[in-house]
């Protein structure tokens, strides 16, 4: 009963973004699915910078080997003391705490990125917008706002990789007014190379979605290509049988 209460509270959240009308842009995200390497540093910021309050709970430890990572590579690197290699990826911060520090308790994030598709884009555009979009706002208690989720009770986690951004207003010559987002203080990455490091744990979170994706598109390639093969095979059986008749 709860997996359906879950499943159903997901399904309405696009609804939910498209019924508010607000107009948002979002950045397409680079497709990293199949390039295990930017999977495994997705993996790595994932359990580093996202995992302290956000959970993956519908997806085991044992799952990353799929991405070309050993058992004990998984044991050295992205578990916590205490875990075995066929726990999910949980938190230990209880919900009624995240809710009392956050304002609401910080979501799974296993399928996040199916959540949050919608017709501005898929829900790794999101992802890649959203985690890019922080600014520095000293009125709100995190310190920190977001452009396409205003308001947001998240803090900007990336903050010491990606730098500060402030938003500034700009005026145009016809008197319109928009904001854009400034780097006021630089990180110790450059943006090329952060907006690599978000696509990388985008990738890794629309990977946690569905890990079997990749197999089943090149299974549906591969059934296609034989059913092609199986009509153009059949069209020319039937055209030999029937040659003498007509």
Same mark, same amino acid.
């Given at each position: ?101 956050? +304002? ?6 296993? /399928?996040? %990125?199916? @959540?949050? $598709? ?6 790794? !555009? ?95 390639? +591969? ?6 093969? /199986?009509? %153009?095979? @059949?069209? $020319? ?6 040659? !003498?008749?007509?």
């Amino acid at each position: 009963m709860k997996m359906k209460s879950f499943f159903a509270a997901l399904m309405m959240v696009p609804a939910l973004a498209l019924a508010s009308g607000a107009e948002i842009h979002l950045d397409k995200a680079p497709n990293v699915q199949g390039d295990n390497a930017a999977l495994q540093n997705g993996a790595r910021v994932f359990v580093n910078y996202c995992q302290s309050c956000h959970g993956a709970s519908f997806i085991r430890y044992e799952k990353l080997m799929e991405l070309g990572l050993s058992e004990q590579q998984i044991k050295d690197n992205l578990m916590f003391t205490g875990d075995k290699i066929g726990d999910t990826m949980k938190i230990a911060m209880r919900a009624d705490e995240a809710k009392k520090w956050f +304002g609401a308790t910080p979501p799974d994030l296993t /399928l996040v %990125a199916r @959540a949050r $598709a919608s017709e501005a884009g898929s829900g790794a !555009d999101w992802l890649y917008t959203y985690l890019r979009s922080f600014y520095k706002d000293d009125a709100r208690p995190t310190g920190w706002n977001n452009v396409i989720f205003p308001n947001v009770g998240m803090p900007n986690v990336l903050w010491q990789l990606q730098g500060v951004q402030v938003q500034e207003t700009v005026k145009e010559e016809n008197g319109t007014e928009h904001h854009k987002l400034v780097l006021a203080e630089p990180g110790q990455l450059t943006p090329e190379q952060f907006d690599k490091q978000v696509a990388d744990l985008v990738g890794f979170i629309v990977w946690m979605g569905e890990p079997g994706a990749g197999s089943r598109k090149a299974l549906g390639v +591969g059934v296609l290509i034989f059913l092609a093969v /199986l009509f %153009a095979s @059949a069209y $020319a059986l039937k055209k030999n049988y029937w040659k !003498d008749i007509h």
